[in-house]
């Protein structure tokens, strides 16, 4: 009796939410470090299936468990950073991610409403509403509360250079639209076996077109006159902050750059590699100074900056060949619950999940640093993911982009795999060499086809050298940035408004054509 009803419930809702299931598993499995990148072509099918036109709550609610499937299988690994680094107890760090994990389903159940309503609405097949529809909504994602631009449908295609080169053009939103279109033609041609030949066609041009375009622009290399050296100390996340640590992680930086990082242009340390104030520590600024100063070369390396009121500031230090100062970044784009706690005031026990137990504050502007081996954009962490930051840096005349960060907070999960996707679409997008240091990895050089030159594993100590040039050239994303939304919400409206005009005329001309035809009967 128990299994008959056991069995009975999962029919019912594998019967309901199976599609809508198979979709959520799918929309995390080409994400990193799986990345079964081709199935993203088809990774939306299910979920286009499980819309309902007729009954709207069901749409959302399908949307919403594919939704809440994709996102425990992506960010899964805020548990690790609350328990492990930020001390909660398991239980509230879960109930967390649930929080987290159920706020962003919501955008997909918001989109299998709206391709619901509007194909109700208007009479427009969901496959052709899909890509637009789905397109907004990961553009609001990365906006609403401060943005968390992770892990869309286009970042799966990062392995995929040909494909991706078009970003220098259009952005990544472009491909996540291409990406969705074809899902949608693969949808109508599976379930109603017909498909809009001028859709198909205009799909099919452009992904041919954005094809030949990357083959094209993957034929040319930049020669690399300058040389960078990015130190991965691999600082444990648990003694990092620890004071009692401080001149073992200065020695460790300076014994790594004094064996591995000689004859260097540029020596890179990760996010707040030095994990204190330094100004006020001479002794340990000392050592610092002295790698740049005795090597002939430029240090770049985060720490802990002091700014008005004795507020911390995420920074990062320039010091130059003479062991000066000359110039310092300090993060803009700081993260909630990571640098600073809004709702700290209402629970307290949050202010525990920020790096040092206590609130950042933003520095002023995305301005490049000016060194002897060129200007350098800087990308703090998180800030990498915001393609508006790498653009509006570029346009202030960055010639080569550094990003630092410190991902041990996520341990040995799929989170530093995820976020270093990022810094492969912002090569191509700006046209410019990422420099990238990561205290426990992934560090990386990649040149501006988002060729990766050289990368480390996680969880090791490593000196990663590469060369790199200078670039001054300008994409037409970075001067128009997301231009490619504004035509995604008029295609929109085009269709929504010409869809609504041919469902009203062609509703009118029913009744009138039906009484026509019942008039011929009687008067025969």
């Known amino acids: 009796m128990d299994n008959r009803h056991f069995n009975n419930l999962f029919s019912s809702i594998a019967a309901r939410y199976g599609h809508a299931l198979l979709s959520g598993a799918m929309l995390a499995l080409i994400q990193p470090p799986a990345s ?14 499980a819309i309902d036109r007729d009954d709207l709550l069901l749409s959302f609610k399908r949307g919403f468990a594919a939704g809440v499937v994709a996102w425990l299988g992506i960010v899964y690994w805020v548990v690790v950073a609350m328990n492990s680094y930020g001390g909660i107890n398991i239980p509230l760090s879960v109930l967390i991610l649930l929080l987290f994990a159920l706020y962003l389903s919501l955008y997909v159940a918001i989109f299998t409403v709206s391709c619901a309503y509007l194909e109700k609405r208007t009479s427009i097949p969901a496959y052709l509403l899909a890509a637009p529809v789905w397109v907004v909504l990961e553009y609001a994602r990365g906006a609403v509360m401060t943005g968390f631009p992770w892990a869309f449908l286009g970042h799966s295609q990062y392995a995929f250079l040909p494909f991706i080169q078009v970003v220098s053009v259009t952005g990544t939103y472009f491909i996540s639209f291409l990406v969705a279109a074809v899902n949608g033609i693969v949808f109508s041609l599976w379930v109603r076996k017909r498909v809009s030949r001028i859709w198909t066609a205009v799909v099919i041009v452009l992904v041919a077109s954005s094809l030949a375009y990357g083959f094209v622009r993957l ?10 050296a990015v130190v991965q100390g691999n600082i444990g996340q648990d003694v990092k902050w620890d004071d009692a640590f401080k001149m073992m992680t200065v020695s460790k930086y300076y014994r790594l750059s004094f064996g591995l990082a000689g004859n260097s242009d540029l020596i890179i340390w990760p996010e707040t590699s030095m994990p204190f104030i330094i100004e006020r520590d001479v002794h340990a600024y000392k050592y610092v100074r ?35 100062t000359a110039a310092i970044y300090n993060k803009v784009h700081l993260v909630p619950f990571g640098e600073y706690t809004p709702i700290v005031s209402y629970f307290p026990f949050l202010a525990k999940i920020t790096a040092i137990g206590a609130d950042f504050i933003a ?44 991902d041990a907070w996520y341990n040995r999960t799929s989170a530093p795999f995820q976020h270093f996707v990022f810094y492969v679409f912002r090569a191509i997008e700006t046209d410019r060499y990422v420099l990238r240091a990561a205290n426990t990895g992934i560090s990386a050089v990649i040149d501006p086809r988002g060729r990766v030159r050289g990368k480390t594993p996680i969880f090791t100590e490593e000196v990663l050298r590469g060369g790199y040039a200078l670039k001054d050239t300008m994409t037409f994303y970075v001067r128009y940035g997301d231009y490619f939304i504004v035509l995604c919400l008029f295609f929109l409206a085009g269709m929504v408004v010409a869809g609504i005009y041919r469902k009203k005329r062609s509703d009118g001309r029913g009744p009138e054509k039906v009484q026509k035809f019942k008039g011929s009967r009687v008067q025969g």
């Not at 995305?366 to 915001?386: D, M, N, Q, S, W």
């Open 363 to 406: 520095g002023e502007g995305h301005r490049p640093i000016a060194t002897g081996a060129g200007k350098v954009g800087i990308l703090i962490c998180f800030e990498g993911i915001f393609p508006y930051i790498t653009n509006e840096t570029v346009r202030e005349g960055a010639q080569v982009l550094v990003n630092v960060t410190n």
């Open 36 to 49: 079964l990148f081709p199935l993203a072509f088809v990774a939306l099918v299910p979920l286009l299936r």
């Open 219 to 228: 034929q040319h290399r930049d020669a690399e006159p300058l040389r960078a």
């Open 290 to 324: 002295a790698v740049p100063a005795m090597l002939r070369s430029r240090l770049l390396f985060g720490t802990v900056g002091l700014g008005a009121e004795g507020k911390l500031l995420n920074s990062v230090h320039y010091v130059d060949e003479e062991g000066r």
